[in-house]
Protein backbone atom coordinates (compact mmCIF):
# COMPACT_ATOMS: atom_id res chain seq x y z
CA UNK A 1 0.00 0.00 0.00
CA UNK A 2 1.63 3.70 -1.07
CA UNK A 3 1.82 5.86 1.33
CA UNK A 4 -0.77 8.59 1.36
CA UNK A 5 -2.10 11.53 3.35
CA UNK A 6 -4.55 10.60 6.38
CA UNK A 7 -7.54 13.19 3.83
CA UNK A 8 -8.44 14.00 0.90
CA UNK A 9 -10.34 12.79 -1.85
CA UNK A 10 -7.92 9.96 -2.96
CA UNK A 11 -6.38 9.48 0.19
CA UNK A 12 -6.10 5.84 1.26
CA UNK A 13 -8.90 6.39 4.26
CA UNK A 14 -11.04 7.87 1.48
CA UNK A 15 -10.51 4.84 -1.13
CA UNK A 16 -11.11 2.70 1.67
CA UNK A 17 -14.31 4.34 2.67
CA UNK A 18 -15.41 4.10 -0.76
CA UNK A 19 -14.66 0.53 -1.25
CA UNK A 20 -17.22 -0.15 2.09
CA UNK A 21 -19.74 2.06 0.86
CA UNK A 22 -19.74 0.91 -2.77
CA UNK A 23 -20.12 -3.04 -1.27
CA UNK A 24 -22.52 -2.52 1.19
CA UNK A 25 -24.60 -0.80 -1.77
CA UNK A 26 -24.20 -4.03 -3.28
CA UNK A 27 -24.61 -6.09 -0.12
CA UNK A 28 -27.99 -4.69 0.24
CA UNK A 29 -29.18 -5.06 -3.43
CA UNK A 30 -28.17 -8.94 -3.01
CA UNK A 31 -30.11 -9.06 0.22
CA UNK A 32 -33.47 -7.78 -1.12
CA UNK A 33 -32.60 -10.03 -4.60
CA UNK A 34 -32.20 -12.91 -2.78
CA UNK A 35 -34.76 -12.24 -0.16
CA UNK A 36 -37.15 -12.05 -3.08
CA UNK A 37 -36.04 -15.07 -4.29
CA UNK A 38 -37.02 -16.82 -0.97
CA UNK A 39 -40.55 -15.87 -1.57
CA UNK A 40 -40.77 -18.29 -4.22
CA UNK A 41 -41.42 -20.88 -1.14
CA UNK A 42 -44.54 -19.03 -0.92
CA UNK A 43 -45.61 -18.35 -4.28
CA UNK A 44 -44.82 -17.40 -7.68
CA UNK A 45 -47.62 -14.06 -6.87
CA UNK A 46 -45.92 -13.13 -4.20
CA UNK A 47 -42.68 -13.27 -5.62
CA UNK A 48 -43.79 -11.51 -8.49
CA UNK A 49 -45.22 -8.97 -6.18
CA UNK A 50 -41.85 -8.22 -4.28
CA UNK A 51 -40.27 -8.04 -7.32
CA UNK A 52 -41.92 -5.04 -8.35
CA UNK A 53 -40.94 -3.39 -5.35
CA UNK A 54 -37.60 -3.88 -6.00
CA UNK A 55 -37.09 -2.95 -9.37
CA UNK A 56 -39.28 -0.03 -8.24
CA UNK A 57 -36.03 0.44 -6.17
CA UNK A 58 -33.43 -0.42 -8.28
CA UNK A 59 -34.99 0.14 -11.62
CA UNK A 60 -35.48 3.68 -11.89
CA UNK A 61 -32.37 6.33 -12.75
CA UNK A 62 -31.16 7.08 -8.88
CA UNK A 63 -31.40 3.40 -7.80
CA UNK A 64 -29.42 2.71 -11.34
CA UNK A 65 -26.33 4.75 -10.94
CA UNK A 66 -25.72 4.18 -7.91
CA UNK A 67 -25.94 0.05 -8.41
CA UNK A 68 -24.00 0.24 -11.13
CA UNK A 69 -22.02 2.70 -10.05
CA UNK A 70 -21.20 0.97 -6.99
CA UNK A 71 -20.17 -1.97 -9.12
CA UNK A 72 -17.68 -0.13 -11.00
CA UNK A 73 -16.10 1.46 -8.00
CA UNK A 74 -16.07 -1.82 -6.23
CA UNK A 75 -14.14 -3.51 -8.73
CA UNK A 76 -12.13 -0.83 -9.88
CA UNK A 77 -10.69 -0.55 -6.33
CA UNK A 78 -10.58 -3.82 -5.33
CA UNK A 79 -8.05 -4.59 -8.97
CA UNK A 80 -6.09 -1.79 -7.21
CA UNK A 81 -5.79 -3.08 -4.21
CA UNK A 82 -4.37 -6.30 -5.74
CA UNK A 83 -2.15 -4.29 -8.02
CA UNK A 84 -0.90 -2.12 -4.77
CA UNK A 85 -0.12 -5.42 -2.26
CA UNK A 86 2.96 -6.07 -2.33
CA UNK A 87 2.75 -9.68 -0.99
CA UNK A 88 -0.65 -12.29 -1.87
CA UNK A 89 0.33 -13.89 1.14
CA UNK A 90 -2.57 -13.00 3.72
CA UNK A 91 -4.89 -15.14 5.97
CA UNK A 92 -7.52 -18.00 4.79
CA UNK A 93 -10.51 -14.88 5.10
CA UNK A 94 -8.54 -12.36 3.11
CA UNK A 95 -7.70 -15.03 0.61
CA UNK A 96 -11.19 -16.57 0.24
CA UNK A 97 -12.76 -13.57 -0.41
CA UNK A 98 -10.22 -12.29 -2.94
CA UNK A 99 -11.15 -15.73 -4.80
CA UNK A 100 -14.73 -15.31 -4.90
CA UNK A 101 -14.47 -11.58 -5.81
CA UNK A 102 -12.46 -12.68 -8.82
CA UNK A 103 -14.77 -15.08 -9.56
CA UNK A 104 -18.33 -13.32 -9.51
CA UNK A 105 -18.02 -11.66 -12.62
CA UNK A 106 -17.15 -14.70 -14.36
CA UNK A 107 -20.39 -16.04 -12.60
CA UNK A 108 -23.01 -13.46 -12.85
CA UNK A 109 -21.75 -11.66 -16.00
CA UNK A 110 -24.55 -13.69 -18.04
CA UNK A 111 -27.13 -13.11 -15.67
CA UNK A 112 -27.09 -9.36 -15.74
CA UNK A 113 -27.15 -9.66 -19.38
CA UNK A 114 -30.32 -12.32 -19.61
CA UNK A 115 -31.86 -10.06 -17.07
CA UNK A 116 -31.00 -5.74 -16.91
CA UNK A 117 -29.39 -5.25 -20.50
CA UNK A 118 -31.59 -7.92 -22.40
CA UNK A 119 -35.12 -6.03 -20.82
CA UNK A 120 -33.10 -1.99 -21.50
CA UNK A 121 -32.57 -2.99 -25.14
CA UNK A 122 -35.44 -5.36 -26.63
CA UNK A 123 -38.09 -5.02 -23.86
CA UNK A 124 -37.48 -8.59 -22.84
CA UNK A 125 -39.37 -9.36 -19.34
CA UNK A 126 -37.40 -10.87 -17.12
CA UNK A 127 -40.26 -12.19 -14.75
CA UNK A 128 -39.99 -15.15 -12.33
CA UNK A 129 -41.37 -17.69 -15.29
CA UNK A 130 -39.10 -16.24 -17.77
CA UNK A 131 -36.20 -16.93 -15.84
CA UNK A 132 -36.79 -19.77 -13.59
CA UNK A 133 -38.43 -21.46 -17.13
CA UNK A 134 -34.61 -20.53 -18.57
CA UNK A 135 -32.59 -21.85 -15.43
CA UNK A 136 -34.50 -25.07 -14.12
CA UNK A 137 -36.37 -26.52 -17.50
CA UNK A 138 -34.06 -25.55 -20.44
CA UNK A 139 -30.26 -24.80 -19.24
CA UNK A 140 -29.83 -26.26 -15.53
CA UNK A 141 -26.49 -26.12 -16.19
CA UNK A 142 -27.04 -22.37 -16.49
CA UNK A 143 -28.66 -22.51 -13.68
CA UNK A 144 -26.49 -24.45 -11.07
CA UNK A 145 -23.58 -21.89 -12.48
CA UNK A 146 -25.78 -18.92 -10.70
CA UNK A 147 -26.31 -20.88 -7.79
CA UNK A 148 -23.21 -20.87 -7.28
CA UNK A 149 -22.67 -17.50 -8.34
CA UNK A 150 -24.94 -16.43 -5.90
CA UNK A 151 -23.43 -18.15 -2.94
CA UNK A 152 -20.09 -17.05 -4.26
CA UNK A 153 -21.57 -13.10 -3.83
CA UNK A 154 -23.06 -13.93 -0.70
CA UNK A 155 -19.63 -15.28 0.88
CA UNK A 156 -17.98 -12.67 -0.34
CA UNK A 157 -20.40 -9.70 1.38
CA UNK A 158 -20.56 -11.43 4.30
CA UNK A 159 -16.74 -12.11 4.99
CA UNK A 160 -16.34 -8.04 4.29
CA UNK A 161 -19.30 -7.33 6.83
CA UNK A 162 -17.75 -9.30 9.18
CA UNK A 163 -14.26 -7.96 8.98
CA UNK A 164 -16.04 -4.13 9.11
CA UNK A 165 -17.96 -5.26 12.19
CA UNK A 166 -15.26 -7.66 13.84
CA UNK A 167 -14.26 -5.05 16.40
CA UNK A 168 -17.14 -3.41 17.29
CA UNK A 169 -18.17 -3.38 20.96
CA UNK A 170 -21.64 -5.03 20.32
CA UNK A 171 -20.23 -7.29 17.43
CA UNK A 172 -19.65 -10.26 19.95
CA UNK A 173 -23.35 -10.47 21.18
CA UNK A 174 -25.03 -10.34 17.37
CA UNK A 175 -22.16 -12.75 15.29
CA UNK A 176 -24.72 -16.00 16.53
CA UNK A 177 -27.61 -13.95 15.01
CA UNK A 178 -25.41 -12.80 12.54
CA UNK A 179 -24.03 -15.94 11.35
CA UNK A 180 -27.96 -17.48 11.53
CA UNK A 181 -28.96 -15.43 9.24
CA UNK A 182 -25.91 -15.13 6.40
CA UNK A 183 -26.74 -19.36 6.37
CA UNK A 184 -30.63 -19.05 6.39
CA UNK A 185 -30.85 -16.05 3.36
CA UNK A 186 -28.80 -18.24 0.66
CA UNK A 187 -30.62 -21.65 1.63
CA UNK A 188 -33.84 -19.78 1.71
CA UNK A 189 -33.33 -18.37 -1.35
CA UNK A 190 -32.22 -21.22 -2.90
CA UNK A 191 -35.20 -23.24 -2.20
CA UNK A 192 -37.22 -20.65 -3.10
CA UNK A 193 -35.86 -20.68 -6.53
CA UNK A 194 -36.27 -24.95 -6.76
CA UNK A 195 -39.64 -24.66 -5.47
CA UNK A 196 -40.34 -22.07 -8.29
CA UNK A 197 -38.46 -24.58 -10.59
CA UNK A 198 -40.63 -27.23 -9.45
CA UNK A 199 -43.83 -25.82 -9.96
CA UNK A 200 -42.95 -24.64 -13.26
CA UNK A 201 -42.48 -28.12 -14.41
CA UNK A 202 -46.16 -29.21 -13.49
CA UNK A 203 -47.70 -29.36 -16.97
CA UNK A 204 -50.93 -28.41 -15.21
CA UNK A 205 -49.13 -24.93 -14.51
CA UNK A 206 -47.50 -24.61 -17.79
CA UNK A 207 -51.00 -24.66 -19.55
CA UNK A 208 -52.97 -22.10 -17.37
CA UNK A 209 -50.23 -19.52 -15.91
CA UNK A 210 -47.40 -18.46 -18.66
CA UNK A 211 -48.35 -15.03 -19.73
CA UNK A 212 -48.72 -14.93 -23.74
CA UNK A 213 -47.22 -11.38 -24.25
CA UNK A 214 -44.53 -12.18 -22.26
CA UNK A 215 -44.13 -15.49 -24.21
CA UNK A 216 -44.37 -13.93 -27.30
CA UNK A 217 -41.91 -10.70 -26.53
CA UNK A 218 -39.28 -13.27 -25.36
CA UNK A 219 -39.64 -15.95 -27.97
CA UNK A 220 -39.11 -13.22 -30.53
CA UNK A 221 -35.92 -12.33 -28.28
CA UNK A 222 -34.05 -15.61 -28.36
CA UNK A 223 -34.97 -16.46 -31.91
CA UNK A 224 -33.95 -13.06 -33.93
CA UNK A 225 -30.42 -13.94 -35.35
CA UNK A 226 -29.94 -10.10 -35.11
CA UNK A 227 -30.68 -10.07 -31.38
CA UNK A 228 -28.81 -12.93 -30.67
CA UNK A 229 -25.53 -11.20 -32.71
CA UNK A 230 -25.43 -8.02 -30.51
CA UNK A 231 -26.22 -9.98 -27.46
CA UNK A 232 -23.20 -11.99 -28.31
CA UNK A 233 -21.12 -8.74 -28.34
CA UNK A 234 -22.25 -7.53 -25.63
CA UNK A 235 -21.44 -10.07 -23.60
CA UNK A 236 -18.17 -10.69 -25.31
CA UNK A 237 -17.02 -6.77 -24.56
CA UNK A 238 -18.01 -7.19 -20.64
CA UNK A 239 -16.21 -10.62 -20.04
CA UNK A 240 -13.31 -9.38 -22.22
CA UNK A 241 -13.13 -6.04 -20.06
CA UNK A 242 -12.95 -7.83 -17.25
CA UNK A 243 -10.44 -10.01 -18.12
CA UNK A 244 -8.38 -7.39 -20.10
CA UNK A 245 -8.40 -5.22 -16.47
CA UNK A 246 -7.61 -8.18 -14.75
CA UNK A 247 -4.35 -9.46 -17.28
CA UNK A 248 -3.20 -5.67 -17.12
CA UNK A 249 -3.10 -5.64 -12.98
CA UNK A 250 -1.24 -9.26 -13.26
CA UNK A 251 1.08 -7.88 -16.02
CA UNK A 252 1.85 -4.46 -13.81
CA UNK A 253 2.35 -6.56 -10.62
CA UNK A 254 4.74 -9.06 -12.87
CA UNK A 255 6.87 -5.93 -14.68
CA UNK A 256 7.02 -3.98 -11.11
CA UNK A 257 8.29 -7.47 -9.51
CA UNK A 258 10.86 -7.95 -12.23
CA UNK A 259 12.13 -4.30 -11.77
CA UNK A 260 12.44 -4.74 -7.92
CA UNK A 261 14.57 -7.55 -8.00
CA UNK A 262 17.48 -5.44 -9.25
CA UNK A 263 16.61 -2.89 -5.95
CA UNK A 264 16.07 -4.52 -2.81
CA UNK A 265 16.48 -4.13 0.69
CA UNK A 266 17.42 -6.49 3.45
CA UNK A 267 15.21 -6.62 6.78
CA UNK A 268 16.92 -8.29 9.59
CA UNK A 269 15.12 -9.67 13.02
CA UNK A 270 16.48 -10.57 16.40
CA UNK A 271 16.17 -14.27 15.90
CA UNK A 272 18.81 -13.77 13.46
CA UNK A 273 16.63 -13.89 9.87
CA UNK A 274 17.26 -11.18 7.27
CA UNK A 275 14.35 -11.35 4.69
CA UNK A 276 15.22 -9.29 1.24
CA UNK A 277 12.54 -7.49 -0.21
CA UNK A 278 11.83 -4.72 -2.63
CA UNK A 279 12.32 -1.32 -2.46
CA UNK A 280 8.98 -0.20 -1.60
CA UNK A 281 8.01 -3.38 1.05
CA UNK A 282 6.51 -2.20 4.46
CA UNK A 283 8.36 -3.92 7.19
CA UNK A 284 4.98 -5.88 7.77
CA UNK A 285 4.57 -7.54 4.39
CA UNK A 286 8.50 -8.52 4.62
CA UNK A 287 7.65 -10.42 7.78
CA UNK A 288 4.42 -12.14 6.11
CA UNK A 289 6.58 -12.95 2.70
CA UNK A 290 9.39 -14.83 5.32
CA UNK A 291 6.86 -17.02 7.09
CA UNK A 292 7.79 -14.89 10.50
CA UNK A 293 4.72 -14.28 12.80
CA UNK A 294 3.61 -10.81 12.95
CA UNK A 295 0.49 -9.53 14.75
CA UNK A 296 -1.41 -6.49 12.64
CA UNK A 297 -5.02 -6.19 14.17
CA UNK A 298 -6.31 -3.58 11.74
CA UNK A 299 -4.98 -5.28 8.82
CA UNK A 300 -1.88 -3.17 8.18
CA UNK A 301 -3.98 0.01 7.57
CA UNK A 302 -1.76 1.82 10.05
CA UNK A 303 -5.10 2.36 12.61
CA UNK A 304 -3.58 0.51 15.44
CA UNK A 305 -0.34 -0.49 17.64
CA UNK A 306 0.29 -3.88 17.14
CA UNK A 307 2.31 -4.35 14.63
CA UNK A 308 4.88 -1.47 16.05
CA UNK A 309 8.60 -2.60 15.90
CA UNK A 310 11.46 -1.27 17.36
CA UNK A 311 14.41 0.08 14.88
CA UNK A 312 17.66 -1.28 15.85
CA UNK A 313 20.24 1.59 14.75
CA UNK A 314 20.08 4.68 13.26
CA UNK A 315 16.14 5.56 13.20
CA UNK A 316 16.77 8.74 11.58
CA UNK A 317 17.98 7.77 8.52
CA UNK A 318 14.29 6.10 7.92
CA UNK A 319 11.41 7.33 5.86
CA UNK A 320 9.65 9.73 8.12
CA UNK A 321 6.16 8.90 9.41
CA UNK A 322 3.45 10.48 7.25
CA UNK A 323 0.65 11.51 9.35
CA UNK A 324 -1.65 8.10 9.98
CA UNK A 325 1.35 6.34 11.75
CA UNK A 326 2.64 9.97 12.96
CA UNK A 327 -1.37 9.84 14.67
CA UNK A 328 -1.02 6.36 16.25
CA UNK A 329 2.18 6.74 17.31
CA UNK A 330 1.51 10.03 19.36
CA UNK A 331 -1.79 7.69 20.83
CA UNK A 332 0.53 5.60 22.31
CA UNK A 333 3.37 8.13 23.40
CA UNK A 334 6.10 6.21 21.18
CA UNK A 335 9.61 7.02 21.18
CA UNK A 336 11.41 7.93 18.26
CA UNK A 337 12.74 4.32 17.95
CA UNK A 338 9.23 3.40 17.22
CA UNK A 339 7.84 2.60 14.04
CA UNK A 340 4.99 1.23 12.40
CA UNK A 341 5.74 -2.42 10.37
CA UNK A 342 2.87 -1.76 7.86
CA UNK A 343 3.31 1.48 7.64
CA UNK A 344 7.48 1.78 7.50
CA UNK A 345 9.02 1.24 3.87
CA UNK A 346 12.56 1.41 4.50
CA UNK A 347 14.64 2.56 1.96
CA UNK A 348 17.73 0.73 3.22
CA UNK A 349 18.80 -2.22 5.17
CA UNK A 350 17.20 -1.70 8.15
CA UNK A 351 17.18 -3.64 11.20
CA UNK A 352 14.08 -4.11 13.40
CA UNK A 353 12.09 -6.24 16.63
CA UNK A 354 8.73 -6.40 17.23
CA UNK A 355 7.50 -5.08 20.24
CA UNK A 356 4.32 -7.47 20.40
CA UNK A 357 5.89 -10.73 19.36
CA UNK A 358 2.73 -13.45 19.01
CA UNK A 359 3.53 -16.85 20.10
CA UNK A 360 2.39 -19.40 16.89
CA UNK A 361 0.31 -22.41 17.94
CA UNK A 362 2.75 -25.92 16.18
CA UNK A 363 -0.11 -27.05 14.36
CA UNK A 364 -1.02 -23.99 12.28
CA UNK A 365 1.53 -22.42 9.67
CA UNK A 366 2.44 -19.10 10.46
CA UNK A 367 1.08 -16.95 7.38
CA UNK A 368 -2.19 -18.65 7.79
CA UNK A 369 -2.61 -17.36 11.73
CA UNK A 370 -4.80 -14.68 12.46
CA UNK A 371 -3.31 -13.16 15.54
CA UNK A 372 -5.88 -11.61 17.61
CA UNK A 373 -4.32 -9.76 20.48
CA UNK A 374 -6.97 -7.87 21.24
CA UNK A 375 -8.91 -4.25 20.83
CA UNK A 376 -8.64 -0.56 22.43
CA UNK A 377 -11.62 -0.16 24.19
CA UNK A 378 -13.05 2.67 26.83
CA UNK A 379 -13.83 0.71 29.47
CA UNK A 380 -14.39 0.49 33.47
CA UNK A 381 -12.37 -1.75 35.65
CA UNK A 382 -13.23 -2.57 39.16
CA UNK A 383 -10.57 -4.40 42.01
CA UNK A 384 -11.81 -5.54 45.40
CA UNK A 385 -9.90 -7.87 47.75
CA UNK A 386 -10.02 -8.59 51.26
CA UNK A 387 -8.40 -6.59 53.92
CA UNK A 388 -6.13 -8.59 56.56
CA UNK A 389 -7.15 -11.80 54.80
CA UNK A 390 -3.93 -13.38 55.78
CA UNK A 391 -4.29 -12.78 59.04
CA UNK A 392 -8.49 -13.68 59.17
CA UNK A 393 -7.27 -17.25 57.75
CA UNK A 394 -4.05 -18.05 59.47
CA UNK A 395 -5.73 -20.14 62.09
CA UNK A 396 -8.55 -21.51 60.04
CA UNK A 397 -8.24 -24.96 57.91
CA UNK A 398 -7.90 -24.84 54.30
CA UNK A 399 -11.05 -26.11 53.56
CA UNK A 400 -12.27 -23.40 56.30
CA UNK A 401 -10.19 -20.80 53.75
CA UNK A 402 -12.45 -22.89 50.62
CA UNK A 403 -15.52 -22.16 51.99
CA UNK A 404 -14.86 -18.28 53.00
CA UNK A 405 -13.22 -17.45 49.71
CA UNK A 406 -16.53 -19.15 47.63
CA UNK A 407 -18.98 -17.10 49.74
CA UNK A 408 -16.58 -14.03 49.32
CA UNK A 409 -16.50 -14.83 45.25
CA UNK A 410 -20.24 -15.89 44.80
CA UNK A 411 -21.15 -11.93 46.39
CA UNK A 412 -18.34 -10.76 44.09
CA UNK A 413 -19.75 -12.78 41.04
CA UNK A 414 -23.44 -11.78 41.61
CA UNK A 415 -22.91 -8.51 41.86
CA UNK A 416 -20.58 -7.84 39.36
CA UNK A 417 -23.17 -9.90 36.78
CA UNK A 418 -26.50 -8.00 38.15
CA UNK A 419 -25.23 -4.74 37.23
CA UNK A 420 -24.82 -5.42 33.87
CA UNK A 421 -20.64 -6.42 34.11
CA UNK A 422 -18.07 -9.35 33.30
CA UNK A 423 -16.24 -11.28 36.09
CA UNK A 424 -12.78 -10.71 34.82
CA UNK A 425 -10.84 -13.16 37.06
CA UNK A 426 -9.87 -13.97 40.71
CA UNK A 427 -6.23 -13.21 42.05
CA UNK A 428 -5.95 -15.04 45.28
CA UNK A 429 -8.61 -13.13 47.96
CA UNK A 430 -8.99 -10.57 44.95
CA UNK A 431 -11.23 -9.79 41.86
CA UNK A 432 -10.81 -7.92 38.41
CA UNK A 433 -14.51 -7.13 36.75
CA UNK A 434 -14.71 -5.02 33.72
CA UNK A 435 -17.70 -3.05 33.21
CA UNK A 436 -18.52 -1.03 29.60
CA UNK A 437 -17.95 -4.32 26.96
CA UNK A 438 -21.24 -3.60 25.64
CA UNK A 439 -22.50 -0.67 27.17
CA UNK A 440 -21.26 3.39 26.86
CA UNK A 441 -18.85 4.26 29.25
CA UNK A 442 -21.04 6.60 31.60
CA UNK A 443 -23.29 3.77 31.27
CA UNK A 444 -20.02 1.71 32.06
CA UNK A 445 -19.52 3.90 35.21
CA UNK A 446 -22.76 3.97 37.26
CA UNK A 447 -22.98 -0.12 36.22
CA UNK A 448 -19.46 -0.09 38.20
CA UNK A 449 -20.54 1.89 41.18
CA UNK A 450 -23.76 -0.14 41.31
CA UNK A 451 -21.63 -3.03 41.71
CA UNK A 452 -19.61 -1.64 44.13
CA UNK A 453 -22.27 -0.67 46.47
CA UNK A 454 -24.14 -4.21 46.30
CA UNK A 455 -20.55 -5.72 47.12
CA UNK A 456 -20.64 -3.38 50.39
CA UNK A 457 -23.95 -4.85 51.04
CA UNK A 458 -23.20 -8.67 50.44
CA UNK A 459 -19.85 -8.72 52.43
CA UNK A 460 -21.78 -6.62 55.63
CA UNK A 461 -24.21 -9.24 55.43
CA UNK A 462 -21.54 -12.42 55.23
CA UNK A 463 -19.09 -10.41 57.70
CA UNK A 464 -22.57 -10.71 60.42
CA UNK A 465 -22.95 -14.05 59.64
CA UNK A 466 -19.53 -15.07 60.41
CA UNK A 467 -18.72 -12.57 63.12
CA UNK A 468 -18.28 -15.33 65.84
CA UNK A 469 -15.71 -17.71 63.46
CA UNK A 470 -13.83 -14.76 62.25
CA UNK A 471 -10.68 -13.37 64.72
CA UNK A 472 -11.66 -9.91 63.00
CA UNK A 473 -13.93 -8.11 60.91
CA UNK A 474 -14.50 -8.84 57.07
CA UNK A 475 -13.48 -5.80 55.72
CA UNK A 476 -13.10 -5.48 51.80
CA UNK A 477 -11.21 -2.06 49.60
CA UNK A 478 -12.49 -1.69 46.58
CA UNK A 479 -11.05 0.86 43.00
CA UNK A 480 -12.19 1.62 40.23
CA UNK A 481 -10.75 3.79 37.73
CA UNK A 482 -12.30 4.09 33.70
CA UNK A 483 -10.38 4.77 30.56
CA UNK A 484 -8.69 2.91 27.30
CA UNK A 485 -7.65 -0.49 27.95
CA UNK A 486 -6.77 -3.17 25.16
CA UNK A 487 -9.39 -6.02 25.20
CA UNK A 488 -9.04 -9.40 23.83
CA UNK A 489 -8.24 -13.06 24.39
CA UNK A 490 -5.19 -14.40 26.02
CA UNK A 491 -3.51 -17.08 27.10
CA UNK A 492 -1.72 -20.13 25.82
CA UNK A 493 -3.07 -23.35 24.84
CA UNK A 494 -6.97 -24.30 25.77
CA UNK A 495 -5.88 -21.68 28.85
CA UNK A 496 -7.34 -18.86 27.12
CA UNK A 497 -9.66 -15.95 28.25
CA UNK A 498 -11.11 -12.59 27.17
CA UNK A 499 -9.33 -9.37 29.50
CA UNK A 500 -7.77 -6.32 29.68
CA UNK A 501 -4.83 -5.04 30.03
CA UNK A 502 -3.03 -1.57 30.34
CA UNK A 503 -2.91 1.53 32.07
CA UNK A 504 -6.28 1.86 33.33
CA UNK A 505 -6.09 -1.79 35.23
CA UNK A 506 -3.15 -0.87 36.77
CA UNK A 507 -4.84 2.62 37.95
CA UNK A 508 -7.67 0.39 38.68
CA UNK A 509 -5.61 -1.71 41.14
CA UNK A 510 -3.44 1.24 42.82
CA UNK A 511 -6.53 2.69 43.59
CA UNK A 512 -7.69 -0.64 45.25
CA UNK A 513 -4.51 -0.43 47.35
CA UNK A 514 -5.65 3.76 48.11
CA UNK A 515 -8.45 2.24 50.01
CA UNK A 516 -6.63 0.16 51.97
CA UNK A 517 -4.10 2.62 52.88
CA UNK A 518 -7.39 5.48 53.88
CA UNK A 519 -9.14 2.26 55.45
CA UNK A 520 -11.91 3.12 52.94
CA UNK A 521 -13.87 0.77 51.45
CA UNK A 522 -14.17 2.46 47.49
CA UNK A 523 -12.20 4.68 45.92
CA UNK A 524 -12.96 5.89 42.32
CA UNK A 525 -11.25 8.15 39.79
CA UNK A 526 -12.73 12.04 38.89
CA UNK A 527 -13.57 10.27 35.37
CA UNK A 528 -15.68 7.46 36.89
CA UNK A 529 -17.47 9.94 39.15
CA UNK A 530 -17.74 12.53 36.39
CA UNK A 531 -19.05 9.97 33.28
CA UNK A 532 -22.00 8.58 36.04
CA UNK A 533 -22.25 11.73 36.99
CA UNK A 534 -22.18 10.53 40.50
CA UNK A 535 -24.01 11.90 43.75
CA UNK A 536 -20.51 13.38 45.57
CA UNK A 537 -22.20 14.97 48.61
CA UNK A 538 -20.22 14.08 52.02
CA UNK A 539 -17.58 12.40 49.70
CA UNK A 540 -14.16 13.29 50.43
CA UNK A 541 -12.11 14.12 47.14
CA UNK A 542 -8.02 13.32 47.27
CA UNK A 543 -5.15 13.94 45.15
CA UNK A 544 -3.16 11.03 45.12
CA UNK A 545 0.17 9.75 43.16
CA UNK A 546 -0.07 7.14 40.78
CA UNK A 547 3.33 4.93 39.83
CA UNK A 548 3.78 6.00 35.99
CA UNK A 549 1.51 9.20 35.92
CA UNK A 550 3.72 12.71 35.68
CA UNK A 551 0.52 14.62 37.77
CA UNK A 552 -1.70 13.50 40.60
CA UNK A 553 -5.11 11.51 40.11
CA UNK A 554 -8.17 12.86 41.81
CA UNK A 555 -9.99 10.15 43.55
CA UNK A 556 -13.02 10.05 45.76
CA UNK A 557 -12.99 8.25 49.11
CA UNK A 558 -16.29 6.47 50.01
CA UNK A 559 -15.83 5.03 54.35
CA UNK A 560 -17.44 2.40 54.97
CA UNK A 561 -20.19 4.14 56.33
CA UNK A 562 -21.44 5.42 53.41
CA UNK A 563 -20.51 2.58 51.03
CA UNK A 564 -23.84 0.82 50.91
CA UNK A 565 -25.70 3.93 49.68
CA UNK A 566 -26.10 4.27 45.88
CA UNK A 567 -23.57 6.84 44.37
CA UNK A 568 -25.48 7.13 40.50
CA UNK A 569 -26.36 10.87 39.76
CA UNK A 570 -29.68 12.22 40.17
CA UNK A 571 -30.11 13.42 36.31
Not at 56 to 66: D, E, F, K, Q, S
Not at 133 to 158: E, N
Not at 350 to 375: D, F, H, I, K
Request: glycine letters at 8%; aromatic letters at 8%; a positive charge.
Amino acid sequence: MTTASVTGIFSERSIRRARLGSGLVIFVFVLLHLSNHALGLVSFAAADKARHLFLALWRNPVGTVLFYGSVLVHVTLVLRAIYIRRSLVMPKGEATQMVLGLLIPLLLIDHVIGTRIAHELYGYIDNYETIVSMLWLRTPATGVRQALGLIAVWIHGCIGIHYWLRYRPWYGGFAPLLLALAILVPVLSLLGFVEMGRTLADPAYQLTSIEPYATTVNSHYVSDPAIRSHIAMVRAGLYGAFSASLIIVVAARTRRRLKERLDQVAVHYPGGEVIRVPRGFTVLEASRLGGLPHYSVCGGKGQCSTCRVQILGDYQKLPPPDKLEQTTLKRINAGPDVRLACQLRPDADVAVAPLLVPAVEAALPANSQETSPGREREIVVLFVDIRHFTTLTETRLPFDVVFLLNRYFAIIGKAVEQAGGRLDKFIGDGAMALFGLNAAPEEACRQALDAAAAIVVGIEKLAAELAEELTLPLRIAIGIHTGPAVVGTMGYGRVRSMTAIGDTVNVASRLESAAKEFDAAIVFSEPVARLAAADLAGIESREISVRGRALPLKVYVVPREKAAEPLEGKA
